[in-house]
């Protein structure tokens, strides 16, 4: 699973063919959530501050995360996005 970045301790990672709607998948210590790239939170849990977090940059990073959805279904290389 390629590490597409890590946020303020955040691991942010995506799956090679991994099923729809597109989305990441988000580790924090001993959290673990799957987000959609709009930044919905479709399962698992993160601390409330940590959430917000990932929301606001998976907002601002919505076209590359899409992009990386688009290598994944490919089977292709995922390109790492900026942190901040």
């Known amino acids: 699973m390629p590490v597409l970045a890590v946020v303020n301790g955040v691991t942010i990672t995506m799956y090679y ?3 729809m709607p597109p989305h990441f998948h988000a580790r924090y210590g001993e959290y673990q959530a799957t987000i959609h790239i709009d930044g919905t939170l479709l399962e698992g ?11 606001a940059w998976a907002h601002r990073h919505r076209e590359e995360l899409a992009l ?11 390109q790492r996005i900026e942190s901040k």
Do not use: C, K, Q
């Open 17 to 19: 063919d991994d099923h």
């Open 68 to 78: 990386n959805w688009s290598y994944a279904v490919g089977g292709e290389s995922f």
């Open 45 to 55: 849990a993160l601390p409330r501050a940590t959430r917000r977090m990932i929301v």
